[in-house]
T-cell receptor
Framework: AQKVTQAQTEISVVEKEDVTLDCVYE???????LFWYKQPPSGELVFLIR??????QNEISGRYSWNFQKSTSSFNFTITASQVVDSAVYFC?????????????FGGGTRLMVKP | GAGVSQTPSNKVTEKGKYVELRCDPI?????LYWYRQSLGQGPEFLIY????????DSGLPNDRFFAVRPEGSVSTLKIQRTERGDSAVYLC????????????FGPGTRLTVL
């Protein structure tokens, strides 16, 4: 069965600091997909990124970057020069190709608080 | 274009009552999902529709929960004989249904059972 673990329940940083959110996953499938979602105080989940298991290239989008390492089953998310608007709960999620429904298994989330 | 919409945004009911939660997916999305998010936790899968049929309802906690999608678009999640433990945010998501694509989420319905 698939599982996603986000060991950091809460992180507090001061604006402009860099911060990394950890995500570790478990799956028996050889083809799978990893996601990060942001849930701001308004509550709506916002899609940030998707990776498939065959693409281990790291990705950068503005101040956001993602590090995917199959060897350690990790898909970590780094925010560079954090801003107050980054304050939210961030979820890592997994779906497996063998699961026809592509339903997402979420981690417990990491609450990020960025203080001015 | 319009995103996923859910109504009502908030629902307060009494223990033992029946409730219906509605989801209107993104136009053209064939896959529709319901998740439940309890306070301080990640969303948990309830049921998945591909078109009109419930392709996977393995996440429904018990037979008090039921969902329909009669015309392959709008879906209704129905909860009978509500219990205080049903209190949570119920999230709906839709996607194109292709493997590995992102799901787009609605704002959720916050259900409170008194």
């Amino acid at each position: 069965a698939q599982k996603v673990t986000q060991a950091q329940t809460e992180i507090s940083v001061v604006e402009k600091e860099d911060v990394t959110l950890d995500c570790v996953y478990e799956t028996r499938d050889t083809t799978y997909y990893l996601f990060w979602y942001k849930q701001p105080p308004s509550g709506e989940l916002v899609f940030l990124i998707r990776r498939n298991s065959f693409d281990e290239q790291n990705e950068i989008s503005g101040r956001y970057s993602w590090n995917f390492q199959k060897s350690t089953s990790s898909f970590n998310f780094t925010i560079t020069a954090s801003q107050v608007v980054d304050s939210a709960v961030y979820f890592c999620a997994l779906s497996e190709r063998d699961n026809a429904g592509n339903m997402l298994t979420f981690g417990g989330g990491t609450r990020l608080m960025v203080k001015p | 274009g319009a995103g996923v919409s859910q109504t009502p945004s908030n629902k307060v009911t009494e223990k033992g009552k029946y409730v219906e939660l509605r989801c209107d997916p993104i136009s053209g999305h064939t896959a529709l999902y319901w998740y439940r998010q309890s306070l301080g936790q990640g969303p948990e899968f309830l049921i998945y529709f591909q078109g009109t049929g419930a392709a996977d309802d393995s996440g429904l906690p018990n037979d008090r929960f039921f969902a329909v999608r009669p015309e392959g678009s709008v879906s209704t999640l129905k909860i009978q004989r509500t219990e205080r433990g049903d209190s949570a945010v119920y999230l709906c998501a839709s996607s194109s249904g292709l493997a590995g694509v992102e799901q787009f989420f609605g704002p959720g319905t916050r259900l409170t059972v008194l």
